[in-house]
């Protein structure tokens, strides 16, 4: 991946700029002390071509040199950035992909809080009577809904084709639920019509609440097999419950 000067971000130049400052300074110093040095070593005093090449040297030569490598170092870092992004990222919903997903939710365990499994209702038939473009479209609006009801730090991952997965840090049953539902409302509410026929989009989401440490996999099973429970109730609703309430669900499975 190609990264131009022109897209680094303003700070990164007053970086690159501070450091190449500060190097000219201590470059310089350098250079002045061992000028002095050699001179005394002839037993002559530091004159004016032996002052002027001490100065000019770091910033004619060190300068120039040390802005181009650390301008070089910040596009590199930046473009291993952008590709840690990309690896990171779903294309079509800019969420987090299965793999990011659960392993940035798996490493944040420690501290109780839910996960949600979010469901699209009918969505083999959007894309059967609408086309997969639309389907995808359908997709990109629901992502969309979920990101803007979800709290400013929860995660937010595409987990399956139509499911998509929401990791809620610190967050007790009476949250959950709330999130859950502005999720479900939400998306309800989209003004999905392509080709001018409003097609009414709904999720199903089930989900799991965890005091204290609990593994990944035991985590989105609850989940799972809650959004397995209100698929068979009907759909478009929702279904949370506490991991350590139902733990005769878990010896079940």
Same mark, same amino acid.
């Given at each position: 991946? =190609?990264?131009?000067?022109?897209?680094?971000?303003?700070?990164?130049?007053?970086?690159?700029?501070?450091?190449?400052?500060?190097?000219?300074?201590?470059?310089?110093?350098?250079?002045?002390?061992?000028?002095?040095?050699?001179?005394?070593?002839?037993?002559?005093?530091? =004159?004016?071509? /032996?002052?002027? +090449?001490?100065?000019?040297?770091?910033?004619?030569?060190? #300068?120039?040199?040390?802005?181009?490598?650390?301008?070089?170092?910040?596009?590199?870092?930046?473009?291993?950035?952008?590709?840690?992004?990309?690896?990171?990222?779903?294309?079509?919903?800019?969420?987090?992909?299965? %793999?990011?997903?659960?392993?940035?939710?798996?490493?944040?365990?420690?501290? #109780?809080? /839910?996960?949600?499994?979010?469901? +699209?209702?009918?969505? $083999?038939?959007? =894309?059967?009577h609408c086309g997969h473009d639309r389907g995808d479209e359908a997709l990109q609006l629901m992502a969309d809904a979920i990101r803007a009801n979800v709290r400013e730090n929860d995660i937010v991952g595409r987990i399956g084709g139509e499911e998509f997965g929401v990791y809620l840090q610190r967050a007790g049953l009476a949250t959950a639920r709330s999130v859950a539902e502005r999720v479900r409302s939400a998306i309800r509410s989209i003004d999905f019509a392509p080709d001018g026929e409003r097609?009414?989009?709904?999720?199903?989401?089930?989900?799991?609440?965890?005091?204290?440490?609990?593994?990944?996999?035991?985590?989105?099973?609850?989940?799972?097999?809650?959004?397995?429970?209100? $698929?068979?109730? #009907?759909?478009?609703?929702?279904?949370?419950? $506490?991991?350590?309430?139902? /733990?005769?669900?878990? %010896? /079940?499975?």
């Amino acid at each position: 991946m =190609n990264v131009s000067l022109r897209d680094l971000p303003g700070s990164v130049w007053a970086r690159v700029l501070a450091l190449t400052a500060a190097f000219l300074v201590v470059s310089t110093l350098a250079s002045l002390a061992l000028s002095e040095i050699i001179m005394r070593l002839f037993d002559r005093d530091l =004159n004016g071509p /032996a002052l002027v +090449a001490a100065l000019a040297l770091p910033l004619l030569l060190g #300068g120039p040199l040390s802005l181009m490598h650390l301008l070089r170092l910040s596009q590199l870092r930046l473009a291993n950035q952008q590709l840690e992004v990309l690896a990171s990222t779903d294309s079509l919903t800019c969420c987090l992909n299965r %793999r990011a997903f659960n392993g940035l939710v798996g490493a944040r365990l420690d501290a #109780g809080g /839910a996960l949600l499994v979010i469901d +699209a209702d009918h969505f $083999k038939g959007i =894309n059967d009577h609408c086309g997969h473009d639309r389907g995808d479209e359908a997709l990109q609006l629901m992502a969309d809904a979920i990101r803007a009801n979800v709290r400013e730090n929860d995660i937010v991952g595409r987990i399956g084709g139509e499911e998509f997965g929401v990791y809620l840090q610190r967050a007790g049953l009476a949250t959950a639920r709330s999130v859950a539902e502005r999720v479900r409302s939400a998306i309800r509410s989209i003004d999905f019509a392509p080709d001018g026929e409003r097609i009414p989009l709904s999720v199903s989401i089930g989900g799991a609440v965890y005091d204290g440490r609990i593994g990944f996999t035991q985590l989105f099973r609850t989940a799972d097999q809650r959004l397995y429970q209100v $698929k068979q109730a #009907g759909r478009n609703r929702i279904d949370i419950i $506490k991991v350590e309430d139902h /733990a005769d669900i878990e %010896r /079940a499975a």
